[in-house]
């Protein structure tokens, strides 16, 4: 039987509010509205972080996923020129199998979950610490580290001159 306190009602309300994102985020057609839908999943996905006494976690979803994704995709909607099209009804029956295929594939999940014999073991988490994140980041992975940045860095800048030069001609 499921026990019924705060933990597990917290998790059934971010649970919902992501998954609703998250389909929200699928049927909305402005490409802003999409987007704000993602970042109310990931906020929700940050949450659930919260829950798992995973703070830095929730912290780097929150920041990285919910700011930073969602900034760059809307600049990229600004820079670009983008036709708010609606698609007709060119497929009535779209939407029925799609909800038949993914419902397939949960009962697929499910039965798999449930058949599949788990350890009992678990990890030594406190060997595993932010400051172990951070001396590991930033001690051996420095030039990946920097050159992703870079990387990052260099895309930006092609975006802008790319969008500037659409708009000039």
Excluded: C
């Amino acid at each position: 039987m499921i026990e019924m306190n705060g933990e597990f009602i917290a998790f059934l309300i971010l649970s919902i509010m992501a998954i609703g994102g998250a389909v929200f985020m699928l049927n909305f057609v402005r490409v802003v509205h999409m987007v704000l839908s993602l970042a109310f999943t990931m906020l929700s996905i940050a949450g659930i972080y919260v829950l798992l006494n995973a703070e830095f976690l929730a912290a780097i979803q929150v920041l990285i996923y919910t700011g930073a994704v969602s900034i760059l995709m809307l600049f990229g909607i600004m820079l670009t020129r983008h036709r708010d099209q609606e698609a007709e009804g060119v497929r009535p029956w779209h939407k029925f199998f799609s909800f038949v295929g993914v419902a397939a594939f949960l009962g697929i999940l499910l039965h798999t979950l449930y058949r599949t014999p788990f350890t009992e073991e678990t990890a030594d988490v406190g060997r595993f610490s932010v400051d172990w994140l951070g001396e590991t980041v930033f001690k051996q992975y420095v030039i990946p580290f920097e050159a992703v940045s870079v990387l990052l860095l260099v895309a930006l800048v092609g975006a802008v001159i790319l969008a500037r030069k659409e708009s000039k001609s």
